[in-house]
C-alpha cells in the first residue's frame, strides 16, 4: 500500500516562496507516477504538475514557470517548489501516486493514492 505524507505548507506574503515535500512509501513497481494538485475553499481540484519515475514533467499552464515538480528517490520524496506566490494560490495541497503505468495524465481520476494535504496561505 503506497503511503504519501505532504508537508512544508505555511503562511507566506505574496511574492514568496516555499518548498513542499510529501515522504512516500510502499511501492511495489518501480514505473510509477506522481503529481501534485491543490484545492481551494469552495473550488474543484486543481491540477499543478507530475513527474514519472524517469524524470519526465507536465504541468498546467497557470503555473508554469513558477512552480516546479522534482522527486528525489533516495529519499523517497517528491517536492514542489512555489515562486512568485499570489494570493489565489491560497489552498490545500496534495501530492498523489499511481504506480504500475505506461503514461501519466494529470487528473485527478488517475491517481489511485493521495496524501492528507498541507495548507499554503498567501497573504498580499
Known amino acids: 500500500q503506497v503511503q504519501l505524507m505532504e508537508s512544508g505548507g505555511g503562511s507566506v506574503n505574496s511574492g514568496g516562496s516555499v518548498r513542499l515535500a510529501c515522504v512516500y512509501s510502499g511501492f511495489t513497481y518501480s514505473n510509477n507516477c506522481m503529481a501534485w494538485f491543490r484545492q481551494a475553499p469552495g473550488k474543484e481540484r486543481e491540477r499543478i504538475a507530475f513527474?514519472?519515475?524517469?524524470?519526465?514533467?507536465g504541468g498546467a499552464d497557470s503555473v508554469k514557470g513558477r512552480f516546479t515538480i522534482s522527486r528525489d528517490d533516495a529519499e523517497n520524496t517528491l517536492y514542489l517548489t512555489l515562486n512568485s506566490l499570489k494570493p489565489d494560490d491560497t489552498a490545500m495541497y496534495f501530492c498523489?501516486?499511481?504506480?504500475?503505468?505506461?503514461?501519466?495524465?494529470?487528473?485527478?481520476?488517475?491517481?489511485?493514492?493521495w496524501g492528507q494535504g498541507t495548507q499554503v496561505t498567501v497573504s498580499s
Open positions: 498523489a501516486a499511481k504506480e504500475r503505468v505506461r503514461w501519466c495524465v494529470l487528473e485527478t481520476f488517475f491517481y489511485d493514492y
Open positions: 513527474i514519472t519515475s524517469d524524470g519526465n514533467t
